[in-house]
């Protein structure tokens, strides 16, 4: 059959005799967004199908009005394929208008570089005494005042040739092997610090002898059409056929789309790029080496490896020099992952003895509470509320999202995401507005709509939907958004549960080392939502715990960071294995207070 997607003008002859629509897309590269993992339970996949001729299903009839259905929409999920349809795919290909924090080129290691490969300038002329004790292969060695490394069988066949013609050479190395020989004219020695997130990717391009960013790259995971949070991957990958190869392809995809577009735009080729330094959550981790992570998703929710050895490029599929080295930083636990140990490296946290808090807020809110003496980890399952999911009229962080929200004499005043018109709140949009209602008395500290309210313009703005259940009315209902956009008492109780569980996870963390909040010297916000909640009103949620604003500092993408200071530094990535290593690891849904804490938390 033949599918046309839109508005790429894509089509399409797959020999699929079933699945929908949603699956294709995403098999595709070309999304749509499906938070909930196709499963019909969000609503956020839609789709305009022209030439549909399968009934509606009950989840579209639940999150379809009759005009839309009338009017040719779908969700993609529900979908089915069928010969000659036509997909309008609106706003699935996300990547341009995506808010993710961006980092200035120009970044430079503060400390003295020792980076994970090096070039050097050697001589060739050592063989020319007629000693017969040695070996062109010992020369290498000596050249580069390393011992024992391991020379590759390719490289050393050829050494008779570049002994005999040249007089000098670039020597590519490793602290264990060579990697090549070089014309020494040749120009640099490059890598590329990754960070894989549930969401986006970040890529930078760096220049190893240097230790200086060059460029970066960013962009949203295509991972995410086949759901928004790492369970709903191992659910494909348990699920379907091949699911592993097709995450990991979808992946790299992107990855390698971003190197090259970087390498082209500052002159190089990727051949010259020998490094990469690897860092995400344990499970986008196993996904980028190939290795099933289905164990974490299950009891004991123990990963398939912590810390992998590292590898060469070539049996990865990462598109840079094939001999290249890719280091992966280490895993805490199943739900703590090298994302979270290349931040706790990145903060300085395990280099003091001031006392941490460092928190990376998402799906899986992780925290870590500690200093140079120890270190306590957890993961609180926040749900992917922050990322607009299961909130009615909740999106990413892109064009026309909701991003700021403030009170002032009765108006409520919106800042949106690309200055376009409103059409959904994203995750720092919701942290205000929630605020925001907490502090006029919309709302009650158990998070239920108040029957009065000190501001009658605020109060007016209070409904009933045909639910029954209280709305607030955020922006009225116009042309472009026919049903305005909605805040319910259901999406007040999304918000309390993220909330309950990160306050609950700080809250155990603490008790652990018999500390307050007033203990804390530091609380180190990191991630890209971080990036953009107003801090003030994070506390005021109790998202985060009440300190002092100086305490309180937001780092940006720490994962990249530590992969880039894993890149240019090898003392650094050997502090990570340590970090790795000592961190305790806390499993917080094991102990027997912790429903109740969750409950008691769950109230602003």
Same mark, same amino acid.
């Given at each position: 059959?033949?599918?046309?997607f839109?508005?790429?003008c894509?089509t399409?002859?797959?020999?699929?005799?079933?699945g929908?629509?949603?699956?294709?897309?995403a098999?595709?590269?070309?999304?749509?967004?499906?938070?909930?993992?196709?499963?019909g339970?969000?609503?956020?996949?839609?789709?305009?199908a022209?030439?549909?001729?399968?009934?509606p299903?009950?989840?579209?009839l639940?999150?379809?009005?009759?005009?839309?259905?009338?009017?040719?929409?779908?969700?993609?999920?529900?979908?089915?394929?069928e010969?000659?349809?036509?997909?309008s795919?609106?706003?699935?290909?996300?990547?341009?208008?995506?808010?993710?924090?961006?980092?200035?080129?120009?970044?430079?290691?503060?400390?003295?570089p020792e980076?994970?490969?090096?070039?050097?300038?050697?001589?060739?002329?050592?063989?020319?005494?007629?000693?017969?004790?040695?070996?062109?292969?010992e020369?290498?060695?000596?050249q580069?005042?390393?011992e024992?490394?391991?020379?590759?069988?390719?490289?050393?066949?050829s050494?008779?040739?570049?002994?005999?013609k040249?007089?000098s050479?670039a020597?590519?190395?490793?602290?264990s092997?060579?990697?090549?020989?070089?014309?020494?004219?040749t120009?640099?020695?490059?890598?590329?610090?990754? !960070?894989?997130?549930?969401? %986006? +990717?970040?890529v930078?391009?760096?220049? =190893?002898?240097?230790?200086t960013? @060059? &460029? *970066?790259? /960013?962009?949203l995971?295509p991972?995410t059409?086949?759901?928004?949070?790492?369970?709903s991957?191992?659910?494909v990958?348990?699920?379907?056929?091949?699911?592993?190869?097709?995450?990991? !392809?979808?992946?790299?995809? %992107? +990855?390698?789309?971003?190197?090259?577009? =970087?390498?082209?735009?500052?002159? @190089? &080729? *990727?051949? /010259?790029?020998?490094?990469?330094?690897?860092?995400?959550?344990?499970?986008?981790?196993?996904?980028?080496?190939?290795?099933?992570?289905?164990?974490?998703g299950?009891?004991?929710?123990?990963?398939?490896?912590?810390?992998?050895?590292?590898?060469?490029?070539?049996?990865?599929?990462?598109?840079?020099?094939?001999?290249?080295?890719i280091?992966?930083?280490p895993?805490?636990?199943?739900?703590?992952?090298?994302?979270?140990t290349?931040?706790?490296?990145?903060?300085?946290?395990?280099?003091?003895?001031?006392?941490?808090?460092f928190?990376?807020?998402?799906?899986?809110?992780?925290?870590?509470?500690g200093?140079?003496?120890f270190l306590?980890?957890c993961?609180?399952?926040?749900?992917?509320?922050?990322?607009?999911a299961?909130?009615?009229h909740g999106?990413?962080?892109?064009?026309?999202?909701?991003?700021?929200?403030?009170?002032?004499?009765?108006?409520v005043?919106?800042?949106?995401?690309?200055?376009?018109?409103?059409e959904?709140?994203?995750?720092?949009?919701?942290v205000?507005?929630?605020?925001?209602m907490?502090?006029?008395?919309?709302?009650?500290?158990?998070?239920?709509?108040?029957?009065?309210?000190?501001?009658?313009?605020?109060?007016?703005?209070?409904?009933?939907?045909?639910q029954?259940?209280?709305?607030?009315?955020?922006?009225?209902a116009?042309e472009?958004?026919?049903?305005?956009i909605?805040?319910?008492?259901?999406d007040?109780?999304?918000?309390?549960?993220?909330?309950?569980?990160?306050?609950?996870?700080?809250?155990?963390?603490?008790?652990?080392?018999?500390?307050?909040?007033?203990?804390?010297?530091?609380?180190?916000?990191a991630?890209?939502?971080?990036?953009?909640?107003n801090m003030?009103n994070?506390?005021?949620?109790?998202?985060?715990?009440?300190?002092?604003?100086?305490?309180?500092?937001?780092?940006?993408n720490?994962?990249?960071?530590?992969?880039?200071?894993?890149l240019?530094?090898?003392?650094?990535?050997r502090?990570?294995?340590?970090?790795?290593?000592?961190?305790?690891?806390?499993?917080?849904?094991s102990?027997?207070?912790?429903?109740?804490?969750?409950?008691?938390?769950?109230?602003?």
């Amino acid at each position: 059959m033949r599918i046309t997607f839109l508005p790429i003008c894509c089509t399409v002859t797959t020999e699929a005799e079933s699945g929908t629509v949603g699956q294709l897309a995403a098999c595709l590269g070309l999304g749509p967004d499906q938070p909930c993992g196709g499963e019909g339970t969000c609503g956020k996949c839609r789709i305009l199908a022209e030439n549909a001729n399968s009934f509606p299903t009950g989840a579209e009839l639940q999150f379809l009005t009759p005009k839309e259905l009338s009017d040719g929409f779908r969700l993609a999920c529900q979908c089915p394929l069928e010969d000659g349809l036509v997909v309008s795919l609106g706003r699935a290909p996300e990547m341009k208008d995506r808010k993710i924090p961006k980092s200035d080129p120009g970044k430079r290691y503060a400390r003295k570089p020792e980076p994970v490969v090096r070039k050097k300038i050697i001589s060739l002329t050592g063989t020319r005494d007629n000693d017969p004790g040695t070996s062109l292969a010992e020369v290498l060695c000596t050249q580069t005042g390393t011992e024992d490394l391991r020379i590759p069988l390719e490289l050393l066949k050829s050494l008779p040739g570049i002994f005999a013609k040249r007089k000098s050479a670039a020597a590519v190395f490793t602290n264990s092997r060579f990697i090549a020989l070089e014309d020494e004219k040749t120009h640099g020695v490059f890598g590329v610090a990754i !960070d894989i997130g549930t969401t %986006s +990717l970040v890529v930078w391009l760096v220049d =190893l002898e240097s230790a200086t960013v @060059l &460029d *970066t790259a /960013s962009e949203l995971n295509p991972q995410t059409s086949f759901g928004a949070d790492v369970l709903s991957r191992i659910s494909v990958i348990q699920s379907r056929e091949r699911g592993l190869e097709m995450l990991k !392809d979808a992946l790299l995809s %992107s +990855l390698n789309r971003m190197i090259a577009t =970087l390498a082209r735009k500052n002159g @190089l &080729d *990727t051949g /010259s790029i020998y490094a990469a330094a690897v860092s995400g959550n344990t499970i986008m981790e196993h996904i980028f080496l190939g290795v099933d992570p289905s164990p974490i998703g299950r009891s004991p929710f123990i990963p398939v490896t912590r810390c992998t050895p590292s590898l060469k490029a070539e049996s990865s599929g990462l598109d840079i020099n094939p001999r290249g080295e890719i280091v992966m930083i280490p895993n805490i636990s199943g739900f703590v992952g090298g994302d979270i140990t290349a931040g706790v490296e990145a903060s300085g946290m395990f280099r003091s003895s001031a006392i941490t808090l460092f928190t990376d807020i998402g799906t899986n809110s992780e925290i870590v509470l500690g200093n140079r003496d120890f270190l306590l980890a957890c993961s609180a399952a926040a749900g992917p509320a922050f990322e607009g999911a299961r909130i009615s009229h909740g999106m990413r962080a892109v064009n026309g999202a909701v991003e700021r929200v403030a009170f002032q004499d009765g108006n409520v005043l919106l800042g949106v995401i690309g200055e376009k018109t409103p059409e959904g709140i994203c995750g720092s949009g919701i942290v205000d507005l929630v605020a925001e209602m907490l502090r006029s008395g919309l709302i009650d500290k158990n998070g239920k709509f108040s029957d009065t309210s000190p501001d009658s313009r605020l109060h007016s703005r209070i409904s009933n939907n045909p639910q029954g259940l209280k709305e607030f009315c955020l922006y009225e209902a116009g042309e472009n958004k026919p049903g305005g956009i909605v805040f319910t008492q259901k999406d007040v109780r999304e918000v309390q549960l993220a909330k309950g569980a990160i306050a609950t996870g700080i809250q155990i963390l603490l008790e652990k080392k018999d500390l307050k909040p007033g203990d804390l010297d530091r609380v180190v916000v990191a991630g890209a939502f971080g990036n953009y909640i107003n801090m003030k009103n994070a506390v005021d949620m109790g998202i985060l715990p009440k300190v002092s604003s100086e305490k309180i500092e937001y780092i940006g993408n720490s994962s990249v960071i530590g992969a880039f200071h894993a890149l240019v530094s090898l003392k650094d990535y050997r502090l990570m294995k340590k970090i790795a290593r000592k961190a305790e690891f806390v499993e917080l849904s094991s102990r027997s207070d912790f429903q109740q804490r969750f409950l008691s938390n769950m109230s602003f």
